[in-house]
Nanobody, 114 residues
Framework: VQLVESGGGLVQPGGSLRLSCAAS????????MSWYRQAPGKEREFVAL????????QYADSVKGRFSISRDNAKNTVYLHMNSLKPEDTAVYYC????????WGQGTQVTVSS
């Protein structure tokens, strides 16, 4: 199993970014995929999840209305569309495959700063 995140970077407050997570080594369409984040000095926290077929998604209260999770099962990729970014969104963002065992990507840094 391999999960490779990309798309992070430096963005000004109010800006947008799209993160991608390319998955391989398992039947992607059958697994719930999630995004988590970890800010400096804080524990890793849930951001969003999407079911295998993509019909259901769930978000942390802190990102509702600003972030959107989607997936392309033909490309084995899950996305996190982030709008109206705030400095408190600064963190390393991790892709996660649910199930047992659980798998994590290496993370991609998102920095929101003017």
């Amino acid at each position: 199993v391999q999960l490779v995140e990309s798309g992070g970077g430096l963005v000004q407050p109010g800006g947008s970014l799209r993160l991608s997570c390319a998955a391989s080594g398992f039947t992607f369409s059958t697994y719930v995929m999630s995004w988590y984040r970890q800010a400096p000095g804080k524990e890793r926290e849930f951001v969003a999840l999407i079911t295998g077929p993509g019909g259901y998604s769930q978000y942390a209260d802190s990102v509702k209305g600003r972030f959107s999770i989607s997936r392309d099962n033909a490309k084995n990729t899950v996305y996190l569309h982030m709008n109206s970014l705030k400095p408190e969104d600064t963190a390393v963002y991790y892709c996660n495959r649910g199930g047992n065992p659980m798998y994590w990507g290496q993370g991609t840094q998102v920095t929101v700063s003017s």
